[in-house]
């Protein structure tokens, strides 16, 4: 699902000719790349723990939430395009 979001997202930004709206696609495939990087933290956390002798929380599930952070962040600039962020965007082009 979320990779089928972030293809979706890259074909949708190719075809945009306004620089926000593909900035805006951009950022909400950057987010899905964050959400696959969280679970895969959490995956290699549990296997981990599951197959060594490791007595509880790896880096991994600090990594996780530093990767759910980051899909929050870019989820909220691509969905609500802050007045800064388009003001950035604009002064690009």
Same mark, same amino acid.
């Given at each position: @699902?979320?990779? *089928?979001?972030? /293809?979706?997202?890259?074909?949708? !930004?190719? %075809?945009?000719? +306004? %620089? %926000?709206?593909?900035? $805006? &696609?951009?950022?909400?495939?950057?987010?899905? #790349? $964050?959400?696959?990087? &969280?679970?895969?933290?959490? =995956?290699? +956390?549990? @296997?981990?723990?599951? &197959? *060594? +002798?490791?007595? $509880?929380? *790896?880096?991994?599930?600090?990594?996780?939430?530093? =990767?759910?952070?980051? =899909?929050?962040?870019?989820?909220? /600039?691509?969905?609500?395009?802050?007045?800064?962020?388009? !003001?950035? #965007?604009?002064?690009?082009?």
């Amino acid at each position: @699902m979320l990779i *089928t979001i972030f /293809m979706i997202c890259q074909k949708a !930004k190719r %075809k945009s000719n +306004d %620089k %926000k709206t593909r900035a $805006g &696609f951009s950022l909400l495939a950057y987010s899905m #790349i $964050g959400m696959i990087l &969280f679970f895969l933290m959490f =995956f290699f +956390d549990t @296997m981990i723990v599951v &197959f *060594t +002798d490791h007595p $509880g929380y *790896t880096i991994f599930i600090y990594l996780a939430w530093i =990767f759910a952070l980051l =899909f929050m962040v870019l989820s909220y /600039m691509s969905l609500v395009m802050p007045e800064w962020l388009i !003001k950035l #965007i604009e002064k690009k082009e």
